[in-house]
């Protein structure tokens, strides 16, 4: 008997090193209907580096999400560098020992390619030689590389719901059930809480009846979306030969919002209940927001009963955090 638990309590430590080792403990990746760019890669070359040579960073990424991730680039921040135009031989510096600008630090990617049933995803990789700073002999310091990862991206919902008039939903019985939106692979994920059939009971009162569809959007990825509306600041600096250079301080100003629109489609027509275009930009508050549309519907005699395929689109851009460490190592003089 002793035997057998002691086999047992080996087999568990043992499921718990393979548990353990595979996780590591590091950044997490979402899960597969999630999943957009990951992190194939962020590291450091050689590692430790002496102090004052040059150190290659290298990173890759892949899209595993269902949309094309478009100006994607890596902001690269956190251990010193030199500015402004100096030297200081304690930052690090460019491969050439000179100023790091911020284009200097940015990874540029452009466009990731999401995978389909004949082709894998294709990773692309990055690198980025830095001289590290000088150190007295016998000091060793350990820089957290953290980078900010960001890309647009989109998630397409569908469903069907069946619309009837009062009448013909009182023939039927009174038939109830729910819709339930199919999404696309990506962080954003769309939700409609609404029965179907909808019924219009006022089909006979000379005016095309309205109700109202309500959307509940949820970011169920490890990052934070952020969008772009028509009044704000641009959310880019500048585009360089290489790609976009993202405006941290336009992108942290609209943080946690998502561009919704909801498709017209035959005689039935979708607007935001608060404005007269169909896409409407959504708060997202703790990791939730919900936008109604009003749903309007053309009626050309006294019945109505049809079934509607309903597409929602969610446009947004996201952002998401990884780090690496880089180990300095003072050298003799």
């Known amino acids: 008997?002793?035997?057998?638990?002691?086999?047992?309590?080996?087999?568990?430590?043992?499921?718990?090193?393979?548990?353990?080792?595979?996780?590591?403990?590091?950044?997490?990746?979402?899960?597969?209907?999630?999943?957009?760019?990951?992190?194939?890669e962020f590291s450091a070359f050689p590692n430790p580096t002496p102090s004052g040579q040059k150190t290659r960073f290298r990173m890759q990424l892949v899209n595993q999400g269902d949309a094309e991730a478009r100006n994607t680039s890596v902001r690269l921040y956190n251990p010193p560098f030199a500015d402004n135009g100096t030297t200081d031989t304690k930052t690090w510096r460019d491969g050439s020992t000179g100023n790091v600008s911020i284009e200097d630090r940015t990874l540029?990617?452009?466009?990731?390619?999401?995978?389909?049933?004949?082709?894998?995803?294709?990773?692309?990789?990055?690198?980025?030689?830095?001289?590290?700073?000088?150190?007295?002999?016998?000091?060793?310091?350990?820089?957290?590389?953290?980078?900010?990862?960001?890309?647009?991206?989109?998630?397409?919902?569908?469903?069907?719901?069946?619309?009837?008039?009062?009448?013909?939903?009182?023939?039927?019985?009174?038939?109830?059930?729910?819709?339930?939106l199919e999404n696309s692979r990506g962080p954003i994920k769309m939700e409609v809480r609404t029965p179907t059939p909808i019924v219009f009971y006022d089909v006979n009162n000379n005016q095309d009846p309205e109700r109202q569809l309500c959307v509940i959007i949820r970011n169920q990825g490890n990052g934070i979306p952020f969008a772009e509306e028509p009044s704000s600041n641009n959310i880019y600096m500048n585009r360089s030969d290489a790609g976009y250079t993202y405006n941290l301080s336009a992108?942290?100003?609209?943080?946690?919002?998502?561009?919704?629109?909801?498709?017209?489609?035959?005689?039935?027509?979708?607007?935001?209940?608060?404005?007269?275009?169909?896409?409407?930009?959504?708060?997202?508050?703790?990791?939730?927001?919900?936008?109604?549309?009003?749903?309007?519907?053309?009626?050309?005699?006294?019945?109505?009963?049809t079934t509607v395929p309903l597409s929602l689109e969610a446009v947004y851009n996201y952002r998401k955090s990884t780090k690496t460490t880089a180990t300095v190592e003072g050298q003799r003089q």
């Open 108 to 180: 540029f990617f452009d466009t990731l390619s999401a995978p389909s049933d004949q082709t894998p995803a294709v990773p692309k990789t990055r690198t980025r030689t830095y001289t590290a700073p000088e150190l007295d002999q016998g000091r060793t310091i350990s820089y957290d590389w953290n980078a900010y990862m960001m890309f647009e991206y989109q998630t397409d919902a569908n469903t069907e719901i069946q619309i009837m008039g009062g009448e013909q939903y009182r023939e039927q019985g009174s038939p109830s059930g729910s819709a339930s």
């Open 1 to 40: 008997m002793k035997i057998d638990q002691n086999r047992t309590v080996l087999a568990i430590m043992f499921f718990a090193v393979i548990v353990s080792g595979c996780t590591g403990g590091g950044n997490q990746e979402e899960t597969s209907s999630t999943a957009s760019v990951q992190v194939n």
């Open 251 to 305: 992108v942290q100003e609209q943080e946690n919002k998502v561009n919704v629109r909801i498709e017209d489609i035959g005689n039935v027509d979708f607007a935001p209940f608060d404005e007269s275009n169909d896409q409407k930009t959504v708060d997202i508050l703790s990791g939730k927001g919900v936008q109604c549309w009003d749903m309007k519907i053309d009626v050309s005699g006294s019945s109505i009963q």
